[in-house]
């Protein structure tokens, strides 16, 4: 799998849109996104995933870069409980394990 | 849908003692589970993936013979720390895929960890 690399933090101000980039150069065409959060002593919460098309959820946004070697995971309207590490991930269509890298640890900031 | 649970949450033993934790898919079944452990400030490290009815299989470094894994059923696999030492205090999380259903195929869900202190 694909190797991610992710700026090791960033604030963002209550009630603004966080933008969480991840860079994946080496990704290939079978590769998936993948977005998990990881609040403290919790257990990482799936967020969001997708290919090559952008993905929205409840949760948030995922914008893949046309040449797909990067993406863009947005929190519109960042609240206090969305202070957590965010890890991006990049695994095989059919592939089993998730290989976490060091995240980004995102705090809100009231 | 799709969770899963782990027990104990937090576990304190003396050192040379063994520890057992069970992680359970509560409405899916799983064939393949996953321990990671964490330390604190640090990202989750797979540690080996739990396979129904088979042996586990496990990363480069981790000591089979320490962390043993059973998959005995769909719903569960446990994770026994044999012989804990200090330096085995840490968060042991486990996952779950899902397969065979529409929505979730594939996917992995987290249970909530267990906080494990070898004194």
């Known amino acids: 799998d694909a190797k991610t690399t992710q700026p090791t933090s960033m604030d963002c101000a209550e009630g603004r849109a966080a933008n969480l980039p991840c860079n994946h150069s080496?990704?290939?065409?079978?590769?998936?996104v993948y977005w998990y959060r990881q609040i403290h002593s919790q257990g990482p919460q799936y967020i969001i995933h997708?290919?090559?098309n952008n993905e929205t959820n409840e949760m948030a946004s995922l914008i893949i870069t046309e040449d797909r070697k990067s993406s863009t995971l947005i929190l519109p309207h960042a609240t206090l409980r969305d202070t957590a590490v965010y890890y991006c991930?990049?695994?095989?269509?059919?592939?089993?394990?998730?290989?976490f890298g060091t995240g980004t640890s995102l705090t809100v900031i009231p | 849908g799709a969770v899963v649970s782990q027990h104990p949450s937090w576990v304190i033993c003396k050192s040379g003692t063994s520890v057992k934790i069970e992680c359970r898919s509560l409405?899916?079944?799983?064939?393949?589970m996953f321990w990671y452990r964490q330390f604190p400030k640090q990202s989750l490290m797979l540690m080996a993936t739990?396979?129904?009815?088979?042996?586990?299989?496990?990363e480069q470094g981790v000591e089979k013979d320490k962390f043993l894994i059973n998959h005995a059923s769909l719903t569960l696999s446990t994770l026994t720390v044999t012989s804990a030492h200090p330096e085995d205090s840490s968060f042991y999380i486990c996952?779950?895929?899902?397969?065979?259903?529409?929505?979730?195929?594939?996917?992995?869900?987290f249970g909530p960890g267990t906080r494990l202190t070898v004194l």
């Open positions: 996952s779950a895929r899902s397969e065979g259903t529409r929505t979730f195929y594939n996917e992995q869900f």
């Open positions: 739990s396979n129904e009815g088979s042996k586990a299989t496990y």
């Open positions: 409405d899916f079944q799983a064939t393949t």
């Open positions: 997708g290919l090559k």
């Open positions: 080496t990704i290939s065409g079978n590769e998936y």
């Open positions: 991930i990049v695994r095989h269509a059919t592939g089993n394990q998730f290989y």
